[in-house]
T-cell receptor, first 117, second 114 residues
Framework: SAVISQKPSRDICQRGTSLTIQCQVD?????MFWYRQQPGQSLTLIAT?????????ESGFVIDKFPISRPNLTFSTLTVSNMSPEDSSIYLC??????????????FGAGSRLTVL | AQSVTQLGSHVSVSEGALVLLRCNYS??????LFWYVQYPNQGLQLLLK??????LVKGINGFEAEFKKSETSFHLTKPSAHMSDAAEYFC????????????FGTGTKLQVIP
């Protein structure tokens, strides 16, 4: 299965600052996905990052708040800008991986746990 | 449009007892269905998936799930709970065909009592 590395694994940030999360995949992929998991809640898709084009954001998420870069087919960054305590969440990078049955399965990194004070 | 409902945000079972985690889905097209597990301070790991074919799907760690189209359900079971099964479990659905948006349920936290 895919190896997806995220950095940082956790961080404590001050209100009003920004933090960039990095995601590295062990092989080339067309799409990379960024999810948010707020405390005690499920996963919500923030955006889809395609190489060579702007990211596609889901309803409720905007580029100014969550700028995304996708410089090549194995790497992406998500920035959480002007953070507030409400941004305290786990941020997860994911990609689709082919399986033996031919289905494409979403595979996740270990996540980046952010706490905003 | 698609959605997932997981009944019970917290489930407690005794070690050795049956584990049953409920998942119902809604999808306007034939679905792919998934169960993921998240151990504390870790990312999500795929437990099992249903795509096509056999409706009873076996996954890792002794878990299995059955796709019941008539009931729009995909409940997760394990005959005998182990302490190491304590984790949060997420049911998810996507339209069939690959590379489609995956929608997650709200999760069920499983507690295993010794």
């Amino acid at each position: 299965s895919a190896v997806i590395s995220q950095k940082p694994s956790r961080d404590i940030c001050q209100r009003g600052t920004s933090l960039t999360i990095q995601c590295q995949v062990d092989s080339q992929v067309t799409m990379m996905f960024w999810y948010r998991q707020q405390p005690g809640q499920s996963l919500t898709l923030i955006a889809t990052a395609n190489q060579g084009s702007e990211a596609t954001y889901e309803s409720g998420f905007v580029i100014d708040k969550f700028p995304i870069s996708r410089p090549n087919l194995t790497f992406s960054t998500l920035t959480v800008s002007n953070m507030s305590p409400e941004d305290s969440s786990i941020y997860l990078c994911s990609v689709f991986r082919d399986t033996d049955s031919g289905a494409n399965v979403l595979t996740f990194g270990a996540g980046s746990r952010l706490t905003v004070l | 449009a698609q959605s997932v409902t997981q009944l019970g945000s917290h489930v407690s079972v005794s070690e050795g007892a049956l584990v049953l985690l409920r998942c119902n889905y809604s999808s306007s097209v034939p679905p792919y269905l998934f169960w993921y597990v998240q151990y504390p301070n870790q990312g999500l790991q795929l437990l099992l998936k249903y795509t096509t074919g056999a409706t009873l799907v076996k996954g890792i760690n002794g878990f299995e799930a059955e796709f019941k189209k008539s009931e729009t359900s995909f409940h997760l079971t394990k005959p005998s709970a182990h302490m190491s099964d304590a984790a949060e479990y997420f049911c998810a659905v996507s339209p069939s065909g690959g590379y489609q948006k995956v929608t997650f349920g709200t999760g069920t936290k499983l507690q295993v009592i010794p």
